[in-house]
């Protein structure tokens, strides 16, 4: 898969593939999307296509800005708040689609649209550059875990596919946790994701806030949260004080452990360090070697909330 630095002229080449109706791969400050333009349905039906993404998960738009984002949602109180406070940045909001937005009809299946103003420079000169909404998810297969470097897109799209054009490369994306997803519809906000950005943060904003509920599977409201997700191959031991024989083993704070099968997410116990590990450091120790991922604990507050949610995630097939 080709690999290009983010140069001006790469840049206006992607947004000329994405004209197209081709894919391109780009950085964001939480993980890499896989991108297509949002009025095209074979770009949008190839992203569901490349990833193997169930067809009744829904896609991001990313919007350039919060004036281009009112061209594809209604705006009540609670998003505008949330928009002023963290655009440009990992927040998406999912509010009202409006009827005439500028949306292929598969985008347009559920009547709300989920919204974000990525903060990365490249994705924001590639949005500026094309001037349109660009659909994407993570670029990863569907349930895998998300990339955080442009080799792991690399990785997730091994052969020459043919509707992805290439990569754009931002180096190690910042954040390394996807965005916080916040619903703002009639029945209050909610966080639907829980992300790189904390639910304290966001409740200093909106005093009303409610947390995540455990979603009910009868009517899903982020689709993907229902899912065995963000998995590595090998099963994944959640809360594990050492390593087992043959296990691999991803540590958190001071430790002992040295050698090929462990990888420390942050030796002075950072949680934000950590999440920005998190990714790559499970792709390292995801080798058929060892038996298992051994993760250490991992604190539950601030952006501890959304790492151990996509542990969870991760862990969840081997619980069964
Ligand atoms: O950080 C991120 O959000 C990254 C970067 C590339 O922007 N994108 C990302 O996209 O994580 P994806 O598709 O892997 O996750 C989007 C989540 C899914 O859980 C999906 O179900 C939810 O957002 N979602 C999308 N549209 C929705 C909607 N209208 N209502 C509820 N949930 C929605
Ligand atoms: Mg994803």
């Not at 103003?117 to 875990?145: E, K």
């Amino acid at each position: 898969m080709l690999i290009l630095p983010p140069t001006p002229e790469h840049i206006a080449r992607a947004a000329e593939t994405l004209a197209e109706g081709r894919l391109v791969a780009f950085p964001t400050e939480t993980v890499y999307g896989l991108g297509g333009d949002a009025r095209n349905e074979d770009a949008v039906c190839a992203i569901y296509a490349a990833k193997g993404r169930p067809a009744h998960n829904p896609l991001i738009v990313h919007v350039a800005n919060g004036d281009m984002a009112r061209y594809y949602g209604s705006f009540n109180r609670d998003a505008q708040i949330l928009a002023a406070a963290f655009w440009p940045g990992p927040l998406t909001l999912v509010i009202p689609r409006r009827t005439d937005a500028p949306l292929t009809k598969t985008l347009c299946r559920l009547d709300t649209i989920a919204l974000r103003v990525p903060a990365h420079p490249v994705a924001a000169a590639l949005l500026a550059n094309f001037g349109q909404g660009i659909a994407a998810p993570s670029a990863n297969r569907s349930g895998r875990i998300s990339p955080t470097k442009a080799a792991h897109v690399g990785e997730e799209f091994t052969e020459n596919h043919p509707a992805l054009a290439f990569i754009l490369d931002g180096g190690a994306c910042e954040r390394g946790i996807e965005s916080t997803v916040v619903a703002c519809l009639g029945d209050g906000p909610r966080i639907l994701r829980p992300g790189s950005i904390t639910a304290d943060a966001i409740g200093k904003h909106l005093p009303h806030l409610c947390e995540a509920a455990t979603p009910d599977p009868a009517s899903p409201l982020a689709p993907g949260q229902l899912e065995s997700h963000y998995a590595p191959r090998l099963p994944v031991r959640l809360n594990a004080a050492a390593p087992r024989p043959g296990e691999a083993f991803l540590a958190f704070g001071p430790t002992d452990a040295h050698g090929p099968q462990m990888r420390n997410l942050s030796e002075q116990g950072n949680p934000e360090e950590a999440a920005a590990h998190l990714y790559d450091m499970l792709r390292i120790l995801d080798t058929p070697e060892y038996s298992a991922i051994a993760v250490m604990p991992i604190p539950t507050d601030g952006i501890g909330a959304a790492i151990n949610d996509r542990l969870r995630r991760a862990a969840a097939l081997c619980e069964e």
